[in-house]
């Protein structure tokens, strides 16, 4: 079963403006990451936040964690077309010593044109 | 530097039928990891292997299999095929051994069953 909920399920905005993409899991973890997958192809990364840090910036990626509330934000700024794209949270625990992600259901933007 | 490469990229196979999937990892990645993806259950995983070892096992029924080789290339090998295994089936390598780096995804196999 996936560890967490994305919220929210669907969004669609105009290009320029920013997405804001929500993520909750349920137990501690080690790391958050954030994925992007586009048409059912593979995933690309695009930033993992440590459970020490509370923010991380990466181009037009901003992550917040919040580890007492168990939640993370991925917002993008400035959209554009080719943001489109399904975006996934994945949670390492802190017992869990190698590459096995729990991920949550995705959130997939629509930039319209 | 060559990316995560998975072979076949689509397959249809029949009930009852097993199925070998592979993945190459990229050059100089140890840890390979495989994924299920549906659109019921989402990203599932299946299994991790490092240095030729499974160290990791997701919840799944014993006809999910798999394995790594010395040149740290995987196969899993799915047997008894029932229709809910349809899925895309995503490989992810990584470079080191620990929980704080990033998953470098393949295209994925896109597994029909009949």
């Known amino acids: 079963s996936q560890q967490g909920e994305e919220d929210p399920q669907a969004l669609s905005i105009q290009e320029g403006e920013n997405a804001t993409m929500n993520c909750s899991y349920k137990t501690s973890i080690n790391n958050l990451q954030w994925y992007r997958q586009n048409s059912g192809r593979g995933l690309v990364h695009l930033i993992l936040?440590?459970?020490?840090?509370r923010e991380k910036h990466s181009g037009r990626l901003r992550v917040t964690l919040d580890t007492s509330k168990k939640s993370s934000s991925l917002l993008i700024t400035a959209s554009r077309a080719a943001d489109t794209a399904s975006y996934f949270c994945?949670?390492?625990?802190?017992?869990?010593?190698?590459?096995?992600?729990?991920f949550g259901p995705g959130t997939r933007l629509s930039v319209l044109p | 530097k060559a990316g995560v490469t998975q072979t076949p990229r689509y397959l249809i196979k029949t009930r009852g039928q097993q199925v070998t999937l592979s993945c190459s990892p990229i050059s100089g990645h140890r840890s390979v990891s495989w994924y299920q993806q549906t659109p019921g259950q989402g990203l599932q995983f299946l299994f991790e292997?490092?240095?030729?070892?499974?160290?990791n096992k997701g919840n799944f029924p014993g006809r999910f299999s798999g394995r790594q080789f010395s040149n740290s290339r995987s196969e899993m090998n799915v047997s008894t095929l029932e229709l809910g295994d349809s899925a895309l089936y995503l490989c992810a390598s990584s470079l080191v051994d620990s929980m704080n780096t990033e998953a470098f995804f393949g295209q994925g196999t896109r597994l029909t069953v009949v």
């Open positions: 292997y490092f240095s030729e070892t499974q160290r």
């Open positions: 936040i440590r459970s020490n840090e």
């Open positions: 994945a949670t390492v625990g802190p017992d869990n010593y190698g590459q096995n992600f729990v």
